[in-house]
Structure formats: structure tokens, C-alpha cells
């Protein structure tokens, strides 16, 4: 079936806040464009570059906000016609902004997030876990010990100690919804991991704590478990609340900036009755 389509008006110069990635900051003022109707569906939107004169950026930045309104599903790319503005559809977008309002309080919202999917993810692995699964957390958290041996950030094996932990709630769901706000933990764990490893007692702290959530899904103690999990994030938090000035000043902003500029990664959702 054809589809007929307007050319897009001459949009303004936009004005663009100075916060975020420049592909976040081109991304919103379109965004703003498309739901205030400037773009009604239909229109196909300028060319990327006219958007990339108008903004001042380059194709490469145009492109990459293009890509992020298509995941989102208010535009496509038709053959012939550009990028067009699709029509409002009953599926939405669900997305995390993080907006902080500085370094601490990005880990910490992070963090708060974490607590509840990671606490009950605990309690269903010690319910459910099986043998593989549970070999598979023992080595996850043998790579984390490796890897401090070896003075490297241990961030990935981290991460991959709880992705261990999702996959064995034999829920699915778990290690999607944890892969999807993967890139926020990767970027929190980051900068708790580099706070703690300034204290030999907070690396130790870190190591026990792990070691507990592995014994209680081991022990399938579901409690345990809970206790456990919730015990490494609100311990975590409380270091990071512990870090001094001379931290945030200098490393602990630096690895912090990746999860403050982070960009919007989209799931589709079908809406609710």
C-alpha cells in the first residue's frame, strides 16, 4: 500500500540545553517538534543535512538521533520518501531518564533501582536455582576475586555475577529487564567499584557481601538471600555516600560522567488495559 507523505515545514533554529550527548540534545528538540505537532504523522522530516546545518552538528549526531525516535517508534524510513513521522499507535515506549542531579545522586538512583529487581531476583534463584546455575554464580564470583588480584576494575565481572543471579530465577525476564538498565549498572558499578577499591576495607566488604548472596542461594535460603542482596546495595550506596571531596573532585566524577550523559535504550511494551 503506498503511503503519501508531506514535506516537513522549515523548523526554526533550535535552541538546544547544554546537558547531555549532542545526539540526547537533537534527539529532544525533535522529539519536542513531533509531540507538539510541528511534525504531525505523515511529514517526512528534513533531510539529515539540513537537520545537521540547523543544529550545527555533523550527519554521524543527526543519525544517531534518527535512530533513537525510529526505536521508539515515531518515525520510519521509507523507501523514496526519507524519514517520516509515523501515526500514534496503542505501543509505547518505555525508557529510563536519568536526569540527575549530579554524580552521587545518579549511582544513587541507580542503586535504588537496584534494590528491588536484584533482592527478589535473590530469593527467586535460591527457590529455583539449579545445579549449572549455581556453578555458574560460584565462577562469576570467582572472576570478580581474579580480577581484583590482577588490580584491573572488575566491573564486568561484577555485572556478570548478577546476570548469573537473574538467569537462575528461571524467569526470563530477570536478565532482560537487567540487560535493558544494563548500561546505568555497568556505569554505577563503575564508579562504586573505583571508590571502593581506594580501601582495603571496603574491597573486603564488597568480597563477603557477594559471598553471602552466593551462600544463600546455594543454601536456598530464601530470606537469606533477600537479606543478602539488599545488604550489598544499601552498603554500596552508604560507600558511596562515604566517599570524600577529593574522590568527587577528580576519578569519581570522571567515571561517574558516562552514566549522567547516558543515552535512552528503548523496550517496547504493549499498554495496559
Given amino acids: 500500500m503506498a503511503h503519501s507523505t508531506q514535506s516537513a515545514t522549515t523548523f526554526d533554529p533550535p535552541k538546544i540545553a547544554n546537558v547531555g550527548t549532542l545526539a540526547d540534545r537533537v534527539t529532544a528538540v525533535l522529539l519536542e517538534k513531533i509531540k507538539g505537532g510541528e511534525f504531525p504523522a505523515g511529514t517526512r522530516l528534513p533531510t539529515e543535512q539540513v537537520i545537521g546545518e540547523r543544529f550545527g552538528v555533523s550527519r554521524t549526531v543527526v543519525r544517531e538521533a534518527i535512530s533513537r525516535l525510529k526505536s521508539d517508534g515515531l518515525v520510519e524510513i521509507r523507501q523514496g520518501s526519507g524519514t ?7 505501543t509505547t515506549a518505555f525508557r529510563l531518564d536519568l536526569d540527575p542531579k549530579d554524580s552521587i545522586d545518579a549511582v544513587l538512583r541507580v542503586n535504588e533501582l537496584r534494590r528491588g529487581i536484584e533482592a527478589e531476583a535473590a530469593v527467586l534463584a535460591a527457590q529455583r536455582r539449579t545445579r549449572a546455575q549455581l556453578a555458574d554464580i560460584k565462577l562469576a564470583l570467582a572472576a570478580i576475586d581474579k580480577a581484583t588480584k590482577e588490580k584491573r576494575d572488575g566491573v564486568d565481572e561484577d555485572l556478570a555475577f548478577h546476570m548469573a543471579v537473574s538467569r537462575a530465577t528461571g524467569n526470563p525476564l530477570y ?43 546455594s543454601a536456598q535460603d530464601e530470606e ?18 562515604e566517599a570524600d571531596a577529593t574522590f568527587w573532585e577528580g576519578v569519581g566524577t570522571a567515571v561517574a560522567q558516562p552514566l549522567i550523559n547516558q543515552g535512552r535504550k528503548v523496550a517496547k511494551r504493549a499498554p495496559q488495559d
Wanted: charged share 30%; hydrophobic share 40%.
Fill in 84 to 90: 517520516v513521522v509515523r501515526e500514534p499507535n496503542r
Fill in 175 to 217: 536478565p532482560s529487564l537487567l540487560e535493558f538498565i544494563s548500561q546505568f549498572i555497568h556505569a554505577a558499578i563503575r564508579v562504586t567499584r573505583t571508590n571502593e577499591a581506594r580501601r582495603e576495607d571496603f574491597s573486603t566488604q564488597v568480597r563477603s557481601e557477594h559471598r553471602a548472596i552466593f551462600d544463600a542461594i
Fill in 224 to 241: 537469606a538471600a533477600r537479606r543478602a542482596a539488599l545488604t550489598h546495595i544499601d552498603n554500596a550506596g552508604k560507600r558511596i555516600q
